[in-house]
DNA sequence: TTGAAAGCGCTACCAC
DNA sequence: GTGGTAGCGCTTTCAA
């Protein structure tokens, strides 16, 4: 089915069928009306890839993520492609699942697809392909990896900063033995932070200390995390974790423990989704904010108002400490105790009291 | 960058270019190697657009989906997304957050976009849609909508047999008074569980009775909905939820009134997804395989190892009824004399213990 | 094994 | 206002 057919039957030529399509030229309300009709009888689709070939132009941005599921990265996703259907555009998603090959992939790929713009949202990066992007004429926008650079947006957040004022809190608390939760990433989000909490706690020297165990990004990754952290026979009176999602589960390998939160033991997440605030206990965790992630995004890529779109900066985003309920002083009477005898005993829920 | 200055490059016809790019009819490899080399020099990458509209073919398949952030739908998008890329297809989702007009557009943007296949898997269906995709020639799945026909698969989950097992254990818990929490669709799936609900409850006659708020699908609309049956003096002794989201947000809700669940009040979800395990209480749930569901969609529209594309079916999902903690036995002192006392106090969480 | 050329279905420019 | 038509960048016969 092609234009052809709606033009013969509505008695026009294939151009005119196009001007009321695109209500490009004015056309005459009744050829108009015509045309439409022929349109709606023959239930005529217009053919995407003809017309973007044809047209030269694009009209959709492309979002590479890590790991969809995790809502931290669904929530950019929304967040961009609400402003992007405002202005009439669309949005395509790729998941990358931390696999640099499929990284590269979902890169060639959205670069056939001949996107407008490309928002990449990962931590896999690696240099080569960085560069490669940014030779390119796509306007791109990074999170987190990358250097400020022509046709380039670099959004990244103060991990440090944020780290800071966990930390600061947590000592605060009389913390001295903290556990860190984080997940498989070859470089960069991960490293940092792990690496802001031991920077930070170099602050209060011998004072305090962290071990870490990582795992997968999920929420089984997150109790496992913690299941191999205990398992070492550390004892952490607080656990960081990189992100929320991970946080949940092992607040759940805590629970099967029979290790109170936060009597016990403290927890601590990152990202400040949505499930953070319906577990038990709430998180305590850093907020980072995905609609402003998303905003910035689409004004680098798309532009706002009429406007063209901006790239070429550099935004820096402070996380900020939302506490809630799964934190706490640490307890006069060490967690040691309890865990010594539950250890052993099968992982499940505990009774209830 | 085309095609043509590839070919100019290594001294080829574009046809040539071409050949190698699909791997197509031999060609010599010295030719061969020349070519990689100056695409690789020039980074070419070939025009999508392009290629699919010369091509005709497709290799992408659309899927449809009512609320993303519902892990139920994006589980059975990530299962197709497995089978999809295994067979070197890519797919495209589209999101119509349970509105009709959204879903018009997504359909209208698939056909566009000439997918190979369009797998539905959203509850706000008109039967004027469904009848215009049957009259296409796309591959068609439906979820939980429309019957079967040309070019179409169906798949539908037995609600009924899943509700009745659930109900049935709630009864010989000695559950009498139900809660229902759905979420706002204009027909279909949800009618179809309460009505499934109040169904088996009849049998049980004047022994057991039921009633239902609805909200949002999503954490906050599970909370909203319990505090609104709550709110209406109700005092279910269980609370069957329409999916687990919202089943834990309505955890949530009765975390902050101080009801204990399952002492006070048992909670159900429905799908079994990840989630489910992992907060607290874990819920009883019903199972929906959504891996399978992918699987299937895959084989109507892609088919396997090379067998054809396979339509014109019904697949019925049997739900599996999985016991976890949020369910028990009606404790003897109502649960109505602890909400008297709380009711009124502020939606906080309680202090621990 | 390679090249020439005819589309694929549309947009946009130039005439009328 | 409307029609004719030259591409858009590629795949795919058909010849050579």
Known sequence: MRLEAVAERAGVSIATVSRVLNNSTAV??????????????????????????????????????????????????????????????EVVVANT?????????????????????????VSEMEPALIDELAGGDV?????????????????????????????????????????????????????????????V????????????????DSLEGGRQAARTLLASGYRPTAIVCVNDI????????????????????????????????????????????RDRIGHTICESLIGVDHQPPNTDREIILDPELVVRDSTGRVSVTPASSRIAVLETSPRRSQPKL
Not at 58 to 84: C, H, M, R, W
Not at 254 to 267: I, K, N, Q
């Open 246 to 289: 991970m946080a949940v589960g092992a607040l759940r390998e805590l629970r099967d423990r029979g290790l109170r939160v936060p009597e016990d033991v403290s927890v601590t997440g990152f990202d400040n989704i949505k499930i953070s605030e319906f577990c038990s206990p709430a998180l305590t965790t850093l907020h980072i904010p």
């Open 97 to 121: 699942d931390y696999k640099p090959e499929q990284l590269s992939t979902c890169i060639r790929l959205m670069i056939e697809r001949r996107v407008g713009g490309l928002a990449v949202i």
């Open 28 to 89: 005459n309300p009744k050829t108009r009306a015509r045309v439409l009709k022929a349109i709606k009888e023959l239930r005529y689709h217009p053919n995407l890839h003809a017309r973007t070939l044809a047209g030269g132009k694009s009209k959709t941005v492309g979002v590479i993520v890590s790991n969809l599921e995790n809502p931290f990265f669904f929530d950019v996703y929304q967040a961009v492609e609400g402003d992007a259907h405002a202005r009439g555009y």
């Open 139 to 199: 306007p791109i926008v990074f999170y987190d990896v990358g250097a400020p650079r022509r046709n380039i947006t670099n959004i990244r957040v103060n991990y440090r900063q944020g780290i800071e004022k966990l930390v600061e809190y947590l000592h605060s608390l009389g913390h001295q033995k903290l556990g860190f939760i984080g997940h498989h990433s070859t470089l960069g989000p991960l490293h940092e932070r792990l690496k802001a909490v031991k920077d």
């Open 201 to 216: 706690i170099a602050k209060y020297s011998s004072d305090m200390e962290v071990r870490s165990s990582a795992n997968k």
